[in-house]
């Protein structure tokens, strides 16, 4: 079985969520082709071919002229899946590359199960296994295949080693129906909390933007920084700066305290990595009791103001 | 037979749900304990916005055309979040509802859209005195026409928005000689004409953010063509527009009710007593049984008071009975769910002790539950004999 | 201007989910459904441009799934759409994103759709696919996971939401689909004389069997609650019990607390 991996590039610099569709392959026990549209400066660590496609020429976000380039691999390659990263690059590329081979995609998968993918569905409160139709995947010879997988979910287990065989791809024409304007820097405010050794973070479950004091005094008493999950970001009543998760700081704390997060896979996504995880839910069967080391399973508004004056004796 | 919400009564519902949740739950401990009344008119216009405030009434007049089912459910998802909120907007699609049935074209086209629109904050209904509750007949505030006025004297306590309300449906009695209950008119006042004082704003158990005053009238006048209807015929105006109240009233207490058997249900599943969850002592249990049982009940005597009254037929019976059981069930849940949550019930840390203080009044205002008896009986008795 | 705004009923995700019978999807009695929220942005975007555009835009609305779906085409109408196509599909959940898209096209196809907007993904499934493939089957031009809107004179410009709080800023042309994504906007209350008047508006209803659709390139094998992780402490019971385990644990077992 083989995988065409499509690696990462974003603003000059390869992606680290490049080296999962490694893991990923190897996890599958398939042999595996790269491509990237990236640069020379910033090649991945990869034992294997690599086709490389110019951003400078081709762009960075470009997904008609990227498509391209992927099909022009697969003709070369015959692959048996193409492996993307789900994320704002591959979500957006994936089902284009999947029409026009008439493929059948499966997203985000989180997991090999059984010889089958396994995907979430309904907020993680189920996983659903997915075969694209007629196929064996990922055991045996498959269908074609497009996929995604979750960022996080197959990490490479070594670090990433060798030097890529490069074979050059070029397209004849630039057209595109996008044209590809620039980015916009997240708005930071100085809080980095990649470097913080305990995250307290306030989620929907306080209820309400007067509540977040409770959580940020939990925070100071504990010496750690104060995080966020997106709901309460998006509801105004924590800066952005503060956000864990995908769309905000990913984090890896000594201690990680959750209060009144239910676990969304974009909050655990960013936090996972923390040594120790402490969840306090009224519900015992929110998602972050999945990964927390200890789930309280209390009122947050009662548990934190009772826990913080323990903290503070 | 269908007992299911139209899509339209569905999707009113989501609405107030939703804004209910959003918008108003957050604010209404705050408007209990402290109040914030800039806040608490502010969600009054942003109600007003939406079409809360004439869900029964005509598009014409700035109304909804959404009909008494889905006035009566938006009326129970407004109060799960606030019940003062939810007794001004039942009182002013009250008023609205009462100038749309006896007002000239002039009046209903001239203070319909306000309330409707939300210029007006709110409207009041100005019907109770101090001698003349349970019996309003016995009012004593009078309406005497002097040339092109009228003269209104008197006073009345208990009325609802009163301080911030735009338009006042007053009833006074016009012909002193007549029969009790038959010379009786109805009148509308603006805010602020001369004569017309807002007095001593009570200190209630519950539903704080909605001002309840005395009203005075000392020598309050009023132009001719303020009566509404016609003359001497208020008092059988005031007791059918009541039974529209009621439906009101009781899908509110119903909101309360829910509000604090959802809360004291889940809290229950949390609480752990001698190892175990208290949700699994039976003695929890049958609370949660009864009170949920008994609210559905009452739910249903809304829907069926609610729709026959959209329907077009009597309901003044269905509509006493949906008032007072939905509010006594709703007081006994309110009850059962600070039991459940003991002594944290009767702290402020918890909200199920401002639903039990907010819950109280329902089954006392717009009509006592002794006075729906009474009517229930009334109305049965008739036919018989 | 033609618009087009596809959107799904789906439950309501503080549900509690179990397999149904077959095991191939979730159990729907006892579930409340509500417009997709991804959706909810979708529809708020092409009302903002209908009322940007002084009204001249006609927004249809289109879902596909059972007859219960027509409450979420209704609270769409409300907002501000004009008319609606639900395409009545009981066995909709079965289709994989690929069969879904390839209906839509076959829809739109022969519409002449100026724009189109979707939601990024759908709650329940989350595969973020029929966006694309259905601008992929009209050959129009597509973005992804939108965070902010603009239109002038043909033009859109996208700015897509990516990792760490980037943005990426990009200009399309019409013809065009967009996916919108959490944060896009504020979706409006539909308001209550609004959801009356959408009674009156146009609700076409198509069957699966007139539309030209795929057949599967994907299955379902089973759907099933996740595994529970070993070896995480659960504690239940009293705050001041709570609070005492924790703070234990803690010294014992983290090197942050001594």
Redesign the interface.
Known sequence: MKALLIGEYRQGKLLDTTYELKAFADRLGADSVMLLVGSDADLPKYEGRLYLADAGKYGEYNPDLHKQLVLQAVEKENPDCIVFVHSSYGWDLAPRVAVALKAGQVSEIVALNDGAYEVNACNAKLRRTVTPKGGLAPSGACPLAVLTIQAGAFSPSGEPQGAPQLERLELSGTASAIEFVGYEAAEQKGVDLSKAEIIVSAGRGVGKKDNVPVIAALASALGGELGASRPVVDAGWVDHSHQVGTTGQTVSPKLYVACGISGAIQHLAGMKKADFIVAINKDKDAPIGEIADVLVVADVMQFVPAFTAKCAR | MFLELTEEQKLIQETARNFARSVLEPLAPKLDREGDHPAFLANLKKLAELGFMGLNVQGEYGGSEAGVVAFSVAMTEIARACASTAVTVSVNNMVCEVIQAIGSQEQKEKYIPRICSGAYAAGSFALTETGAGSDPAGMTTTAVLDGDSWVLNGSKIFITSAPYAGVFVVWAVTDKEAPKGKGISCFLVEQGTPGLVIGKQEEKTGQHASATNELVFDNCRIPKDALMGKLNDGFRIAVAELGGGRIGIGSLALGIGLAAMDYATRYSTERVQFGQKISSFQATQWKIADSYTELEAARLLLMNAAFRKESGRPFAKEASMAKLFATEAANRACYNAVQMLGGYGYTADFPVERYARDVRITSIYEGTSEIQRVIIAREILKNIG | MKILVCIKQV?D?ES??R?NGDKTW?DESDLAF?MNEYDEYAVEQAVQLKEQLGGEPEITVLSIGPERT??AI??AL?MGGDRAVHIRDDRYYQK???QIASMIASYAKGEGFDLIFTGM?S???????VG??VA??LG??????LVGFSYDGGTI?A???????????????LP?LVTCQ??LNTPR????????K??KKEIASLTPAELSGE????????????A??G??????????I???R??G??KE?????R
């Open positions: 439950p995700m509690r989910f397999p979730y509500r027509v409450e209704k609270k409300a994989d994103p690929w993904q709650q329940d499934r989350g595969s973020a696919q694309v493939i992929e089957l129009i031009a597509c973005a992804t996971t410009t700015k897509r939401e990516l990792e760490g709080g980037i943005k990426g800023v990009a200009k399309l042309k065009a959490l944060g209350y539909p308001t209550l004389p609004n959801i009356m959408a009674k057949a599967e390139l994907t299955a379902t094998a089973a759907i099933y609650p996740p529970k992780k070896g995480g402490l659960v504690l239940e019971g009293e705050i001041g709570q609070v005492d924790l703070m644990i803690l077992k983290t090197a942050v607390l």
